[in-house]
């Protein structure tokens, strides 16, 4: 009996022993874990400059995701753009160490922007909530990708390069290329304005400002660039608009040669290395005319009588005599009138012209639609007003639309479209009359006696 008992005793204390560790391995099995892993979406091999790979970002738990993943915004890669592509991430289940275990994945599209060695890693470490734990999982990066990245053969002379599978140019010039002579020439003064289009699914940092040129003799103003981004949608490649405009002021008269713009860029459809190009334009430039000055007063021309006196036959000596005194005694009539004139003006004793005038002078300016004569009434009627009806007046949008029109046909540039054509003067006497009716109502409500019931 006690030989039976001892091996009893032994299975006993075995048993013992091995069901705390089997109940351990259980409960290690049971809790819930987490990874991390990042893969390349094909297979490796030698990337090159341009081409964009796509990078994702796996995040796995053993039971399931009791909160959400707040996944990075970008990924570490020296050397290269990294953006999120759009859209939830996938979810994907598979079987590894005989358990089911669930996950999220996130891709990130990559493009490598110089040849070497390209590490993309995640930045920092990811917290993870698994159903079933009490707390969150805080995950440590896992190991970089590590690729090689080159140029493509045939582009090493490309600087900077830029890559893409759409790349084109275009432009635009303000005025344009005249098609006939009869086109107004270029002036020095003159601005021409220029605008660079480009359009392509390029994400390369390096694309290069466009160069306009300096030539001699021109001064050449580049604005800042306008840029805008579409998607076909959120996984897509997004497609650049860029819109840079240059304004050329010409400075001297002569032959000027605008350069062409082009750029030079690698066809990652073609495999091939392309040129883009737009072409320059060659200018002829004239002296700036000169305009009269529309302020100028003509000054008399006393000289002219006895010019046209000296052609005179002889024998009629008496008939000229007298032609060139009248002459001469009203230019001396003329210049005493304007002379006192002026005193009175200065003295101000210059007798103030009747509103009624005034308005009847503006009314047949604007009928027969010249624009100096209706200036000149507008000014007379308006300092007829009292200040506060003259800056209501001045405040209404189409007064002051149609004394902005008034003012572009007198004093703007001959050339502008804007000021083909004649002007006219139906829109200034509508909105004039319209305040001058407007200010007779009030006039006639304010003089009305107070009513007392």
Known sequence: MRRRALPLGAALALLGAWVPSAMAQDAARAAPAARLRLALDRGGGRLEVGEALVVRLEVWVSSWFQAP??????????????????????????D???????????????????????????????????????????????????????????AEDIQPFVAARRLELRQRWWPD???????????????LRRELVLVTDSNSPLLPAPDFGAPPGVIVRVQAAQSDERRANAAAT?????????????????????????LVWWDLARRQRRVA??????????PATVRADPFAVAAPGPASAPAAAARITPGRGAAAALLVGGVLAATALRLRARSQARQAASAGTRPQPRPAQAWRR???????????????????????????????????????????????????????????????????WRAASRLRRASRRAAAAASLPALHP
Do not use: N
């Open 177 to 191: 290329e005249p098609d006939a002579a009869a086109a107004p020439p270029l002036q020095v003064g003159d601005l």
């Open 96 to 154: 590894f160490g005989g358990r089911r275990w669930t996950g999220l994945v996130r891709r990130y599209r990559v493009l490598p922007a110089q040849p070497g060695e390209l590490a993309i890693a995640l930045p920092d470490a990811l917290s993870v909530q698994p159903g079933g734990s009490t707390r969150p999982l805080k995950l440590a990066p896992p190991a970089p990708l590590k690729l090689a990245v080159r140029l493509p053969a045939g």
């Open 277 to 286: 190009r737009v072409p320059g334009r060659l200018l002829e430039v004239q």
């Open 362 to 428: 503006l009314w047949l300016a604007c009928l027969r639609s010249d624009a100096p004569v209706a200036d000149a009434a507008l000014q007379q009627a308006l300092a007829l007003l009292d200040p506060a009806e003259r800056r209501r007046w001045l405040d209404d949008a189409g007064f002051k639309e149609a004394l902005a029109e008034l003012a572009r046909r007198r004093f703007g540039p001959g050339t502008a479209p804007a000021m083909q054509g004649r002007w006219h003067g139906q829109a200034l």
């Open 69 to 94: 993943v707040e996944f990075p915004a970008t990924l570490a890669a020296e050397g290269a753009l990294v953006e999120a592509v759009g859209g939830s991430p996938d979810s994907r289940f598979e």
């Open 238 to 262: 997004p497609t650049l608009t860029r819109r840079v405009e240059a304004v050329y002021t010409l400075q001297q008269p002569g032959r000027v040669e605008l350069p062409p713009i082009e």
